[in-house]
């Protein structure tokens, strides 16, 4: 059978993603129309890949950042043999499909990440590639090439808007990462109309600036152009943006380089119009000829053939390096060293104590020797928030085996460059700001909630005790809107032993993002004589004191430096004669999915009288406290002074902590 002409395979591509949008009734034609000749090159010309083992270790990820583009990626999954079928296209953003929307991470073979939120995309691949870079120094030897391995991704205009794209394109260019090749759909539309009402910028010249490698497609259908540009970017050692000059729609006779397309269906008269230009039926609907199916399907046959090459040079690899092998097998398959918990940091007691921040920088270097896959950095606050793993280097492209990264200040950026890094595997990844500037990193921390992407989170500075800096860094509303995202955990530990068994909770749930809410000032270590470990972190929690065995009269919850506060007031109110409860309480979403059992347990129905005690909104906690109990916490904006006075004007402290208390009580 004769090859196809390209026409012929760029049109499958074209109208079998404007069939799925048109059937649905719903979603956007014009991104696969103009970016088909950007697809094609990139699939067939350039990445590796092998539709039989989507998880295949060192094969090249594609990321399709502008997600709305969706049917663009569903169909290059079709055609390439990742088990997408006609049935699936048909069902195309309807109830359980495989096809949804935007591209969600771990629900459909071959989709690398979830995207979607624009801008997110882009960063993520900047991880995938930082990944690369760095998996590749650590394991790879003088003829021993086993991560080998480039990051695609077609980017839009109206990623390249999001201050996300600038954040990450910067560092990018400042690392020199080049296996990071990223097309650019300039197709100058974007939902309000043409670009030049918000978007007038020179692309190129802005990523010249930051350092990239840049070319310019004059035709986005040319294929040989597009294809020449890709291998002009390999050549390169900086990360590369084609400029790929397009137009939305390609190939519809009245919308094509309109808004209009961009987020509606084209038509069916518009769409039928379309094909018969170009000599394609308009039944049966998601047509290909069958010299097209056969052509896509080599897509397979060269990816198997590239993965049995590989898996021959690592069985040789193997040989030579036994446990480089094994160590690359166990990374990659996301296992955990056997006896790594012995790593973690065990606290005596001590009354001064330390920060909660302290206390994670201290299990943070513990574990860095025994978790080789351990890697992150700030956003340019390590010394605040004890992010620096000592006697490791700083990442960069000339030093790819460092572990720590100098994100600089950057939060968004990090953010979704951290869940890239989750999503590529061999790596256990973990950024850090204050807990108050998590508002600018929201997007891609709920990205990762969505599509359980093992990042985490540490968030210091947690609540009004950061003082002198005043209202605008002390995050009162923050912990409980974090509360709020699903499948998200949120760990407020109360001194440094819950603080190193929330790690510990990090590190074995690799299936869901973890944020560490951790304090700035010196909480005490408790010398746990009334509770032997602090293994109760692991349910979410746990009673840690009580004053006398029995039912007790009052409950007092808590959470991070307030613990204490519960814990001085128990003490006073025991000499009275009543049987006070604490509960440390580090993280609602851990203790919501235990047992019933264990939930009255720890907090019998039957006791009503509940205080809790927690250093931000209120809202919320009438979930544990129920209509009987009440709440101590801060429903305003905190204020600029020493910290104890600040904490002591907003009621922290024992004797309105002993106050309510009684109230408590005498009801």
Request: hydrophobic content about 40%.
């Amino acid at each position: 059978m004769p090859k196809p002409a390209m026409t012929d395979n760029l049109n499958a591509i074209r109208f079998i993603s404007a069939d799925g949008v048109q059937v649905a009734n719903s979603g956007h034609p014009g991104l696969p129309m103009g970016a088909a000749a950007m697809a094609y090159a990139i699939w067939m010309r350039h990445m590796k890949h092998n539709p039989a083992d989507p998880k295949w270790a060192d094969r090249d990820r594609f990321v399709l950042s502008g997600g709305h583009g969706s049917m663009l990626l569903y169909t290059l999954l079709y055609l390439t043999g990742y088990g997408l079928k006609v049935e699936d296209l048909k069902q195309f953003r309807q109830w359980g499909s495989l096809t949804p929307g935007h591209p969600e991470y771990g629900h459909t073979p071959g989709i690398e990440t979830t995207t979607g939120p624009l801008g997110q995309g882009f960063a993520n691949a900047v991880g995938m590639a930082i990944a690369e870079a760095h998996l590749a120094a650590e394991f790879n030897r003088p003829g021993h090439d086993v991560v080998d391995h480039y990051t695609y991704a077609i980017v839009t205009d109206g990623d390249l808007m999001e201050g996300i794209t600038s954040e990450a394109a910067s560092l990018t260019g400042t690392m020199g990462l080049g296996k990071l090749i990223f097309l650019y759909d300039s197709n100058r539309i974007s939902i309000e109309g043409s670009t030049e009402v918000a978007f007038t910028e020179d692309v190129a010249a802005r990523f010249a600036a930051y350092n990239w490698h840049v070319q310019d497609v004059a035709d986005g259908n040319d294929v040989e152009a597009l294809s020449a540009a890709i291998d002009a970017a390999k050549a390169d050692p900086r990360p590369s943006l084609i400029v790929c000059h397009t137009i939305i729609g390609y190939g519809l006779p009245t919308k094509a380089g309109s808004a209009s397309v961009h987020g509606s269906p084209a038509g069916w008269d518009e769409l039928n119009k379309a094909k018969a230009a170009v000599g394609w039926p308009e039944e049966p609907l998601f047509h290909a000829p069958e010299a097209v199916l056969k052509h896509f399907a080599e897509a397979k046959t060269a990816g198997q053939k590239a993965q049995t090459a590989w898996e021959k040079r690592f069985a040789a690899y193997a040989k030579a390096y036994p446990d480089l092998a094994a160590e690359f097998e166990r990374r990659m398959a996301g296992k955990l060293p056997k006896g790594w918990k012995k790593a973690l940091p065990v606290f005596k007691g001590d009354a001064k104590g330390m920060a909660s921040r302290a206390a994670s920088g201290k299990t943070i270097n513990a574990l860095a020797a025994t978790l080789p896959e351990l890697m992150g950095g700030s956003a340019d606050l390590a010394p605040s928030n004890n992010t620096w793993m000592d006697g490791y280097e700083a990442f960069s492209g000339k030093n790819p085996l460092g572990r720590n990264i100098h994100f600089g200040v950057r939060e968004m950026g990090m953010a979704g460059i951290t869940n890239g890094m989750a999503v590529h595997g061999g790596l256990i990844p973990y950024c850090a700001t204050f807990l108050v500037f998590s508002d600018y990193l929201r997007g891609a921390l709920r990205v990762s909630a969505l599509s359980k992407m093992g990042s985490v989170y540490v968030l210091t500075h947690d609540s009004i005790a950061v003082g002198e800096d005043g209202p605008t860094h002390e995050p009162i509303e923050t912990v409980m809107s974090l509360r709020l995202i699903p499948d998200l955990v949120v760990m407020r530990p109360a001194d440094a032993n819950e603080t190193a068994q929330a790690w510990r909770y990090a590190i074995e749930h690799r299936d869901t993002p973890v944020v560490l809410a951790l304090s700035r000032q010196n909480l005490p270590t408790f010398d746990r004589s009334w509770v032997n470990s602090a293994d109760g972190v692991q349910k979410g929690a746990y009673t840690l004191f009580q004053t006398k065995p029995g039912t007790p009269d009052l409950i007092i919850i808590a959470t991070g430096s307030e613990v204490q506060l519960g814990l001085d007031a128990a003490m006073r109110l025991k000499r009275q004669g009543h049987i006070v409860r604490v509960v440390s309480m580090p993280s609602w979403e851990v203790f919501k999915a235990q047992s019933r059992s264990y939930r009255d347990e720890v907090l019998p129905p039957a006791v009503t009288a509940r205080l809790s005690v927690e250093a931000g909104v209120t809202t919320g906690w009438q979930t544990w406290v129920g209509e009987a109990g009440a709440s101590i916490g801060i429903d305003r904006f905190g204020a600029s002074a020493p910290g104890d006075r600040v904490m002591s004007e907003f009621g922290f402290t024992v004797d309105n902590v002993l106050k309510q208390a009684r109230k408590l009580l005498k009801k």
